[in-house]
């Protein structure tokens, strides 16, 4: 089974407008860390945001806010205030164990390519 | 402080060829990992090692090989090249392995080897 599903293969938003990006996990492990990535087409990817899943509050990084629904195991990403800069794939990832800090293997999604339109 | 630097950033081989990439992590930072991405698969990952020693290793064939330096810098090789070896190769570095800290840390990406067999 995949253990991260982001459904969204490509989106449209106008800029100045809020985008929400879908992503869903799967894991049985209850020491895991959600971590969202930004990949332009230069190829590097820049972390956006990380939420731990004993973390109460959902995170927020300045335009960046994660919607952490642990129930429903569900991490979207909303980015606010779109800009011409933000057209990029976007990518959901989990570490699983991140209690103890053993592995940096990240399982990630499929990617969300974010186009912005002035 | 310097990112993380990947080296060279384009590679064109043939088939049966071998191929040595080079990742150099922040400093301070002692775990690299290897991340290989295709349009099809997605960001698959390869290896990770922290103190000079493979801690993981991702579901990849034994042609696909690594290590790290005592001052943490990384190498992977790949033998025999292949065609459906053409990819994106993307190195990560974290400060650590082993503890809670680590765990929440997110990792930091370089800007990719983009590997072309022909």
């Known amino acids: 089974a995949q253990k991260i599903t982001q459904t969204q293969p490509g989106m449209f938003v106008q800029e100045k407008e809020a985008v929400t990006l879908d992503c869903t996990y799967d894991?049985?492990?209850?020491?895991?860390?959600l971590f969202w990535y930004k990949q332009p087409s230069s190829g590097e990817m820049i972390f956006l945001i990380y939420q731990g899943s004993y973390d109460q509050q959902n995170a927020t990084e300045g335009r960046y806010s994660l919607n952490f629904q642990k129930a429903r195991k569900s991490a979207n990403l909303v980015i606010s205030a779109s800009q011409l800069g933000d057209s990029a794939m976007y990518f959901c990832a989990m570490r699983e164990g991140v209690r103890w800090g053993f592995g940096n293997v990240l399982h990630c999604g499929s990617g969300t390519q974010v186009i912005v339109l002035p | 402080k310097a990112g993380v630097t990947q080296t060279p950033r384009y590679l064109i081989k043939t088939r049966g060829q071998q191929v040595t990439l080079s990742c150099s992590p922040i400093s301070g930072h002692r775990s690299v990992s290897w991340y290989q991405q295709t349009p099809g698969q997605g960001l698959q990952f390869l290896f990770e090692y922290f103190s000079e020693t493979q801690r993981n290793k991702g579901n990849f064939p034994g042609r696909f090989s690594g290590r790290q330096f005592s001052n943490s810098r990384s190498e992977m090789n790949v033998s025999t090249l292949e065609l459906g070896d053409s990819a994106l190769y993307l190195c990560?570095?974290?400060?650590?392995?082993?503890?809670?800290?680590?765990?929440?840390?997110?990792?930091?990406f370089g800007n990719g080897t983009r590997l072309t067999v022909t």
């Open positions: 894991t049985s492990d209850p020491s895991y860390g």
């Open positions: 990560a570095s974290s400060p650590g392995w082993g503890t809670a800290s680590s765990g929440n840390s997110p990792l930091h």
